[in-house]
Every structure is written in structure tokens, then in C-alpha cells.
């Protein structure tokens, strides 16, 4: 029973958070190649699948049927946000350390760059 409620909620948050209710309309696209093959028998699944997918958003006869395909338009989005619960109360504790602590200095001394490589950087910009 558990795990029927888990699968219910998680699609529940799939279907309305995500881009998923999208595969709801697949029975769509099979109704929608039946009504191509009716008017051209030769049409195959892989030509149906690139004039409306691959061309773009055509505006031919079938256009308002097109649109009902999936990853057609952009549908309703809303976003939703989980916060997690912090009671009123909630204090918190910072622990300081018993010991100071201790920063060790240490002098750094440069790699040794050749003269010859800094007169570079004064040259002035050259056109090419």
C-alpha cells in the first residue's frame, strides 16, 4: 500500500512540476499518424516524426491538430517550492574554540621570471 501511495504522489509531482504530462498526449501522436497514413499511405513513422518535429511549427491545414501533439507548445508552467519546517523556537548554538588559533606566516618568495619575458608586456598593441 505504501508503495502504490509513494508512486501516486511522486506522479502527482512529476506530472505537474516537470515537462511529464507531455507524455500524456503520446496516444496523440498515433491517432494524429493514422489520419497522415489515411491520406498518404506511403508516409512512414520516421517522415511523420520529422514534418512535425524536425521542421519546425508549420502552418499548413492540420495546424490547430499539430499543436495538440507533445513538446509542441509551451504549456501551462507554474512552479511550486517545498520549504522545510523550522520551528519558532529554533535556536541556534555557536561553539567557539578553548584554544586561539594559531596563523603561521610565512614569507613567499616569487618564481624567478626571466627579465627578458616582463619587457614583453610594455610593448604597445600592434595591428594586425
Same mark, same amino acid.
Given at each position: ?10 506522479s502527482i509531482y512529476?506530472?505537474?512540476?516537470t515537462?511529464?504530462?507531455?507524455l500524456l ?7 494524429h499518424f493514422?489520419?497522415h497514413?489515411?491520406?498518404d499511405?506511403?508516409i512512414?513513422?520516421? *517522415?511523420f516524426?520529422?514534418?512535425? +518535429?524536425?521542421?519546425g511549427?508549420?502552418?499548413d491545414?492540420?495546424y490547430?491538430r499539430?499543436? @495538440?501533439? %507533445?513538446?509542441?507548445?509551451a504549456g501551462?508552467?507554474?512552479?511550486s517550492s517545498a520549504?522545510p519546517?523550522v520551528p ?5 548554538d ?5 584554544e586561539?588559533i *594559531?596563523?603561521i606566516w610565512?614569507l +613567499? ?7 627578458a619575458?616582463?619587457?614583453?608586456i610594455? @610593448?604597445? %598593441?600592434k595591428m594586425?
Open positions: 500500500m505504501r508503495k502504490r501511495i509513494a508512486i501516486l504522489f511522486l512529476l506530472c505537474s512540476t515537462e511529464a504530462h507531455e498526449k503520446i496516444p496523440v501522436v498515433f491517432q493514422l489520419e497514413q489515411q491520406e499511405p506511403q512512414s513513422a520516421v *517522415q516524426l520529422q514534418i512535425h +518535429y524536425m521542421q511549427n508549420v502552418k491545414k492540420d490547430d499539430d499543436m @495538440q501533439l %507533445p513538446f509542441k507548445t501551462e508552467f507554474f512552479t520549504t519546517f519558532l523556537n529554533a535556536q541556534i555557536i561553539q567557539y574554540p578553548d586561539p *594559531q596563523i610565512s +613567499y618568495k616569487p618564481a624567478f621570471i626571466f627579465s619575458y616582463q619587457v614583453n610594455w @610593448q604597445p %598593441p594586425s
